[in-house]
């Protein structure tokens, strides 16, 4: 019997549900889940209100949405327009299948299509597998760099910042 077609499309509104819940499997495969604040109701506004942040691309199989790829662009002072690959997730029970390189993929077309001029990520320096499926794309890992935050809770506290541009 021919395993059935995996489709990469774009998401919609009706795929955040799907969307969310793979995202809170991602967190508690990185040992995280406390940390998810994100909710259905943020990513339709952040993702299709008047001022969308991100985008992102479906795996689907039968209807059912097996795999993301959440994306936004950024802007480098050095090289331009690049587009930020924020996370892959493919649900555990379908990895292993080439569907986290379909998603890879259309998110390197994203980038081509919207002229950017590259694409970054990061990777967990213990994920093993998502190390070896990058260098599958001869991609560079900068052990330079280190990544620097601040929650929301520590931006709210922050008083010395103007609440509006002067």
Known sequence: ????????????????PATLSLIKELA??????????NTEQRMLED???????????VA?????ILGIAVYYFRYSTWKGKRLY???????????????GKLLFNAAIAEAKRTGCNGMS??????NTPAIEFYKKFNA????????CSLTGAQVAAYEDAPQRPA
């Open 121 to 126: 990520w990061q990777v967990l320096d213990w």
């Open 60 to 64: 689907e199989q039968n209807g059912t």
């Open 140 to 147: 560079t890992f900068d052990a330079e760099w280190v990544n």
């Open 1 to 16: 019997m021919t395993q059935p077609t995996v489709v990469i499309r774009r998401g919609t509104p009706e795929d955040i």
């Open 47 to 57: 993702g299709f209100g008047p001022n969308p942040v991100f985008g992102f691309h």
């Open 85 to 99: 690959l924020e996370d892959i997730v493919v649900t555990e029970s379908q990895r292993g299948k080439g569907i």
């Open 28 to 37: 508690a495969f990185e040992r995280a889940p406390h940390e998810v604040e």
